[in-house]
């Protein structure tokens, strides 16, 4: 292979390798006593908590006595005393590739919550979720779980009906389980149905006897709880996670369930990050993209 081809491979794979600074998520995420922070040079201050989304361009100004933590890129930066600190001088290197592996995934994820050139939000779900030619609409993505799962199934009606008949089959069709009940979920314990690893099967809401309002059918398939486990395995080897904060270490956990498609164990954990904070709208953010993204 000649020179010119080997650099020029060589330059487009580096082109690949590149972010836009402003394609890099940056969060504060703790802070103690007085923050301040400038979206950009020049610009003014105004007091600033974690968990928060900044800007590379932007500055933060501590007080003596104040710290700061920030993540980008897999990577986190301590800052203590006073002073002023740019951001992007804080992250020179991480602004200028794209990280591998799971810092890669949790970028596009902070990104969907934060808004920013990789918010689109463009994985969907199974079939059915908010077709229009369906009256009921199901609002629980499931994905893979564990055949001991306990889930709360809900849904959404066009029109409130007296009743739903809350459905499980087989992917022959054969009802595994069937229930009635008067209100628009249904608290379930997979272990008590037998369902086989390995399999699919799917779940729907109708009205009783099966005529009038219906919903399209989700699926679901039991996975082995050796998988789910791995997912939570492979994620505590990460350096970023072993030094993340709480809150941080929560969301990373929902991500990395929701790239293994355990979408209810990370919609759950997705809750639990939202509980944990009183400030900032990061959680909350990211527990709303996840939906999004498990809606067609």
């Not at 293994?260 to 709208?281: H, I, L, N, R, V």
């Given at each position: ?28 995420t ?49 800052l203590e ?9 804080l ?35 199974s079939?059915?979720?908010g ?12 994905g ?17 009906l ?16 069937a ?16 369902l086989?690893t390995g399999?699919k ?11 009038g ?18 997912a939570?395995e492979?994620l ?20 990395s ?7 209810y164990a ?12 009183d400030k ?7 527990r709303e ?8």
């Amino acid at each position: 292979m000649s020179n010119k081809i080997m650099l020029f491979i060589g330059c487009l794979l580096l082109a690949f390798g590149l972010h836009a600074q402003d394609d890099v998520p940056i969060l504060l995420t703790k802070s103690d006593k007085k923050v301040k922070y400038a979206p950009g040079q020049g610009e003014k201050f105004s007091k600033v908590s974690a968990v928060k989304s900044l800007d590379a361009g932007g500055v933060l100004k501590l007080s003596r006595k104040s710290s700061a933590r920030l993540y980008c890129n897999g990577s986190f930066k301590e800052l203590e005393g006073k002073g002023e600190y740019t951001i992007a001088d804080l992250f020179q290197d991480e602004l200028k590739y794209t990280p591998m592996g799971f810092s890669n995934t949790f970028n596009g994820m902070l990104m969907a919550a934060i808004g920013g050139p990789r918010g689109s939000d463009t994985t969907s779900s199974s079939s059915g979720w908010g077709n229009k030619k369906f009256e009921i609409a199901g609002e629980t993505p499931i994905g893979r779980t564990t055949a001991n799962q306990s889930i709360t199934f809900r849904w959404r009606s066009r029109e409130v009906l007296p009743a739903y008949e809350f459905v499980i089959g087989d992917e022959s069709g054969k009802v595994v389980h069937a229930a009635t009940v008067n209100e628009k979920k249904y608290a379930l314990e997979l272990g008590s149905l037998g369902l086989n690893t390995g399999k699919k099967y799917f779940w729907k809401v109708q009205a009783p006897g099966g005529e009038g309002a219906s919903s399209g059918k989700y699926s679901f398939t039991i996975a082995d709880e050796g998988e789910q486990a791995a997912a939570m395995e492979g994620l505590q080897e990460e350096e970023a996670y072993k030094k993340a904060d709480p809150l941080i270490r929560k969301l990373m956990e929902a991500a990395s369930l929701e790239e293994a498609e355990f979408y209810y164990a990370a919609g759950q954990a997705y809750e639990e990050a939202t509980k944990m904070s009183d400030k900032g709208d990061l959680p909350k953010n990211m527990r709303e993209a996840f939906s999004r993204r498990r809606q067609n």
